[in-house]
């Protein structure tokens, strides 16, 4: 359940953070295939609460707030569902939806707006659409003062109480677990390559282990009989929390937090980037087989943007990617946002709970597309960035290699190769980079895939890297440049 059953030659997936699904399906063909994108992760697919408090009109987080296991939200119903999948897969690019399972939703007036009109009744803690009754929640397993988590250094109230006053499931039951099972084999029964487990720190390993370990094998329409799901369990590790990633690491990947906090305290200057070399189980990180790693996540990318890099400061975010994907360290997940005006008061963003570009009915609006592929109509994509999506096809052809040749400064200019197969080099020193380095790369002229991309006519529209004969090419990164990094390998060979 570690291998994400990805294409041999697509090592990294996007996150399409609310896209609805014949956007996702249309995206897999147009653009995620031909670009060697291994997989896309989709928003959670269950009919949810429909939340319009105040200012708060249809809040990205009410998708967090499962009323029932319908197939049936903003992004689409079931029917789009199944063929985005069909089509995604058929073009070599798999699904990872996003899944909620520890929770259903939190206290909601009666009749409140469902997306798929189920009814339900927080208070009773009654969601017929399931259906779930009050003896399927933690209530007695929970013994704090609220019913809700309010220590989480405890690790019983974490798992057993309420996050953030949302009803809280509980996974020991039988009938919870089938439940969720009927759910998930659901899903798989349409050619779902895996789950990425929300809030899975709010639920005890053991009951996850059972529920995993019992789901049917991928379906044999697209994957090799006995193939088992891939799955990636969310655990937000906090410092004071006794909680650790790793206690969910022998049951599918997790997500490993830590990389996306160190990038961005190192781009950002807190940390020299040439300690960077060993960034992984030497510091303390995941084994690399085991954890998944991103820059920034749809929830981090609000809470902690004074922290983690973002599309908003470009340049850096650019740079980090292309550290991550250029690196040998976790499975790769990209990204993809859409924009909103933050808006600070008392130091926090009020605006954080911003839903997705909506027009005046609250459907989601599609993603338009520039001339150039770079997206309009409020969507960022970075996975359409160039430096972002040729460092993906970087990460496809130098899969297998491990990292060689590392060099740096001494402070904040490294560079690095993957085998014989890639050459990165990075700039964040404030002033120009001008060496002659190994590249590791035969003798030849190389396209730099950052500042450019090799054209098919075999040109290079940006920058070029002459390598001589004992793979050594002059490395020039100017601080004034747009980007700070620079990256050739074997399929970007003149
Ligand atoms: O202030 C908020 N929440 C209180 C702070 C607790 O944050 C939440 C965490 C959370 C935060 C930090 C932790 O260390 C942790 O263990 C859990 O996980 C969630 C997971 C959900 O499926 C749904 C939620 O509403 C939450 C949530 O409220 C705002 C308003 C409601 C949603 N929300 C949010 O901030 C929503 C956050 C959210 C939603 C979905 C996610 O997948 C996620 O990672 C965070
Ligand atoms: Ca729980």
């Not at 399409?16 to 995206?27: C, H, I, N, R, S």
């Not at 296991?69 to 699904?95: L, P, T, W």
């Not at 933690?138 to 949302?166: F, P, W």
């Not at 040109?459 to 980007?483: A, H, M, P």
Request: proline fraction near 4%.
């Amino acid at each position: 359940q570690w291998d994400p059953h990805v294409l041999e030659n697509r090592q990294a997936m996007v996150h399409l953070f609310e896209w609805k699904y014949p956007d996702v399906a249309k995206e897999c063909e147009d653009f995620l295939a031909p670009k060697g994108y291994g997989g896309v992760q989709v928003s959670p697919s269950s009919e949810c609460v429909a939340v319009y408090q105040g200012q708060v009109q249809r809040p990205w987080w009410e998708r967090y707030q499962p009323v029932s296991y319908k197939i049936s939200s903003r992004s689409g119903d079931e029917g789009s569902f199944r063929d985005m999948v069909a089509r995604c897969n058929d073009v070599g690019v798999r699904i990872y939806t996003d899944v909620v399972l520890n929770h259903m939703t939190g206290d909601h007036p009666a009749g409140t707006p469902t997306t798929g009109d189920s009814y339900f009744d927080s208070g009773a803690e009654s969601y017929p659409g399931v259906p779930y009754s009050a003896f399927d929640f933690n209530d007695a397993n929970c013994h704090t003062a609220s019913g809700s988590i309010e220590d989480y250094s405890d690790a019983e109230q974490v798992r057993n109480c309420k996050l953030s006053g949302m009803k809280d499931l509980n996974q020991g039951k039988d009938y919870v677990r089938e439940m969720i099972m009927e759910y998930l084999n659901r899903l798989i029964s349409y050619g779902v390559a895996g789950f990425r487990v929300d809030a899975s720190k709010h639920m005890w390993p053991g009951d996850l282990e059972a529920i995993f370990s019992q789901l049917d094998d991928l379906s044999t329409d697209y994957f090799p009989a006995g193939t088992r799901p891939f799955v990636v369990f969310e655990v937000i590790e906090g410092e004071w929390e006794s909680i650790k990633a790793i206690d969910y690491a022998g049951i599918g990947r997790v997500t490993e937090f830590k990389y996306g906090r160190e990038l961005g305290h190192s781009f950002r200057g807190f940390n020299q980037l040439k300690w960077l070399r060993n960034i992984g189980e030497d510091w303390g990180m995941l084994p690399r087989h085991e954890s998944l790693v991103f820059i920034d996540n749809h929830d981090n990318q609000r809470t902690e943007s004074n922290g983690v890099l973002t599309f908003r400061v470009d340049k850096w975010y650019k740079m980090a990617t292309a550290f991550m994907l250029g690196f040998p360290y976790g499975f790769t997940r990209v990204m993809s946002s859409y924009y909103w005006d933050q808006y600070f008061e008392g130091g926090r963003d009020i605006n954080d709970w911003t839903g997705p570009p909506q027009d005046t009915s609250f459907d989601i609006i599609s993603p338009s597309f520039n001339p150039d592929g770079s997206c309009a109509n409020g969507w960022i994509c970075e996975h359409r960035w160039r430096e972002i999506y040729n460092m993906v096809a970087f990460r496809n052809v130098v899969h297998g290699t491990d990292l060689n040749d590392w060099w740096d400064n001494g402070n904040n200019q490294i560079a690095f190769c993957r085998g014989n197969r890639g050459f990165v080099a990075i700039n964040n020193e404030g002033a120009d980079l001008k060496e002659t380095l190994q590249t590791c790369l035969a003798e030849g002229t190389y396209c730099d895939v950052i500042s450019g991309s090799k054209t098919e006519a075999g040109s290079c529209t940006g920058k070029s890297v002459q390598v001589d004969s004992s793979g050594y090419g002059y490395i020039e990164i100017l601080n004034s440049e747009y980007d700070g990094a620079l990256a050739i390998h074997m399929d970007s060979k003149l």
